[in-house]
C-alpha cells in the first residue's frame, strides 16, 4: 500500500510540481491550497505525512501543527520555511514539527527529508495519545476521566482501552478481529457481538446521536473507525 502525504501549499506552480515529484516515487498524494481546507483534511483521513506551508491564507502552517498535536494528531510533519526566517524553524518544531526544509529547496533534498522521516517514524513509532478532546467531549487516557459537554462521563476500563484503542488508529479501519486479539486478548467468553455492545456503550455516553454516530463509525462487515 503506497504511504499518503497531505501537501498544504497555497502557490499552484510549487503545489503542482511537488505532487508530481512525489507522485513519480509512488506516494499517494493530496493537496490543499489554504490552511483551512489542509486541516480539514489532516483531520479528516489518515496520512503518514504532512508537509506544510507555513505561509498560508486562512490559516497559517504553525497553527496546524499546533491544532493537530492539541488534539492529539501524531502524524509526522515536514515544514516548509522561507529561508532567511530561522525563527520559523525553530517556532516549528517546538510547536511539534518533526523536520523542516527551507525554501527554495532542491527536489531531491525533499525526497530525502522525506524518506528518512518517514523511516524515523516508522523505527521509533508514534507515541500514543494520552487525551483526545472530540466535539464537545475530553478523554484523559492517563487519568481514566472523561466529560462531554463539562459533565463527567463514567467509562468503564475496557470501554476506554477500545476507545484508546481506535483513536491511537483514528481514520483507519480497525478490524474486529484486531480488537479481540490486542484489546480483550481473546479471552475465551469474547465474541464480536461483545465488541458491538460496548461500542454501543461507548456511543451512548460520548455520541450526540447514538443512532448516527459522528465519530465511532461502523464499517460493515469489517470493523469500526473512529474519526473527529
Sequence with gaps: MSLRILLVEDEPGLRMTVEDLLASEGYEVDTAADGEAGLLKATAEAYDLLILDVMLPKKNGFDICRDLRQRGYDTAILMLTA??????????????????LAKPFDP???LARIEALLRRVKKEGR??????QFGDVDVNF????????????????KELQLLRYLVDRR???VLREELLQNVWEYQSDVSSRTIDVHVAWLRQKLEDNPATPKHIHTIRGKGYRFAE
Excluded at 507515541?127 to 483526545?132: D, G, M, Q
Design 108 to 110: 531531491a533534498e525533499l
Design 142 to 157: 492517563e487519568t481514566g476521566e472523561a466529560s462531554k459537554g463539562g459533565v463527567p462521563v463514567s467509562l468503564a476500563g
Design 127 to 132: 507515541t500514543a495519545v494520552t487525551s483526545i
Design 171 to 173: 481514520g483507519k479501519v
Design 83 to 100: 529561508k532567511s526566517q530561522v525563527v520559523d524553524r525553530v517556532v516549528g518544531l517546538k510547536l511539534g514539527a518533526d523536520d523542516y
